[in-house]
């Protein structure tokens, strides 16, 4: 071969090699946030112990079908700024918590006030944007929301602890109220999420459902925060076909309810299934349905249309406080439409609440 041909074709071969894309076959280790950039190449991303630098967010951008590994615990220093601390996207990933912790570092932030004054906290501190499994992870003291999921195709979040406990306390900031507040679990404006088998120990909602549909939340244990909740409901927004099973709600403001805006217009809310629920110690009402919110039980708008609100299958048990009214229905005129089945519902305790503007609950007596 001629010696120009020759070398004409160890430059095609060198061309092709260094046109090659890079393998994504590889493991990432991530040990700061300066390792973040290389690892999310790699569709395996194995995450050790380390401190997120305050004011920065630790942002996980993933390759579709990434497996994620905690192999330690993960804390945030603090600052005053709107966060979030972690957030994730990406489709089909599999993350696997293996029990370690994100440690939000609530207490350095806590005044009692939560996202409605004093100091500004990050929130929500865990920002979740991926379709597949997010799995077997501690957050523990979160500054004020934890969970905002936002999920682009089929999500189940399960064995997942909030641990808010601490801020059960009050603090020197906190003028003898909670120190925690606004601590909600789970806000959710999505479609098909699954959340099962997991606790959230609070001081706000356990779930908070804002819009979407195809959402079932099962087997959770929900303590000292504001129970289950739909809601609250904004403009234009549809929620539909949401189930609520099997969960323990323990020393929470009611076990669950669904609460609209009263200046909410063009929404609906419908297909809500409660089954095999058990609340304790509820301090404020068993079963809450009003469309006055933010006010609670007073004059209820009627731009929110709600229809099959349904108790049904497996018994719910709830048992109210004694000064705590077992159940409260508060529709705007002609928004409460069809009939409700509540067979499967049993609440005892307190006294009886006030249902307005609704006669199509069947199958119930308080």
Not at 274 to 287: D, E, K, M, P
Not at 305 to 327: E, H, I, P, Q
Request: hydrophobic fraction near 35%; charged fraction near 15%.
């Amino acid at each position: 071969m001629p010696s120009f041909l020759r070398l004409a074709a160890l430059l095609a071969l060198a061309q092709s090699i260094v046109a090659a894309p890079a393998s994504s076959d590889c493991t990432g280790t991530i040990s700061s946030l300066d390792d973040v950039d290389d690892a999310v190449a790699c569709t395996t991303v194995n995450i050790n112990s380390f401190t997120v630098p305050a004011g920065e967010t630790f942002n996980l951008e993933l390759l579709e079908g990434t497996t994620v590994n905690m192999e330690g615990d993960v804390t945030f220093a603090v600052k005053n700024w709107d966060g979030p601390l972690f957030q994730v996207s990406g489709d089909s990933i599999t993350f696997n918590g293996n029990g370690h912790t994100f440690d939000g570092n609530g207490p350095s932030y806590w005044d009692g006030q939560g996202g409605n004054g004093g100091v500004t906290k990050p929130a929500p501190m865990m920002k979740i944007k991926i379709s597949g499994t997010y799995s077997n992870i501690v957050v523990l003291n979160s500054p004020e929301r934890v969970y905002s999921v936002s999920n682009p195709g089929p999500l189940v979040m399960s064995s997942l602890t909030v641990n808010n406990s601490a801020g059960d306390a009050p603090n020197s900031k906190s003028d003898g109220q909670p120190a925690g507040h606004n601590t909600d679990g789970f806000d959710c404006s999505t479609t098909d999420l699954t959340i099962e088998d997991s606790m959230i120990h609070n001081q706000d909602d356990c779930l908070a459902i804002n819009k979407g549909s195809n959402i079932v939340f099962q087997r959770n244990t929900c303590i000292g925060g504001h129970g289950i909740s739909v809601g609250s409901i904004s403009s234009d927004v549809t929620v539909s076909g949401i189930v609520i099973q099997d969960n323990t709600i323990q020393d929470n403001d009611q076990a669950v309810r669904i609460k609209t805006d009263a200046s909410s217009t063009d929404s609906t809310v419908t297909n809500i299934t409660y089954s095999g629920n058990i609340g304790t110690g509820l301090r404020q009402f068993g079963v809450l349905i009003d469309q006055s919110y933010p006010d609670t039980l007073g004059t209820p708008g009627n731009g929110v249309k709600l229809s099959a609100v349904n108790f049904v299958g497996s018994t719910n048990s709830f048992s109210v406080n004694s000064d705590a009214m077992r159940v409260a229905v508060n529709c705007g005129s002609g928004s409460c439409t069809g009939t409700w089945d509540w067979s499967a519902l049993t609440v005892t305790g307190g006294s009886a609440g006030p249902i307005t503007n609704f006669n199509g609950i069947e199958n119930f007596t308080q």
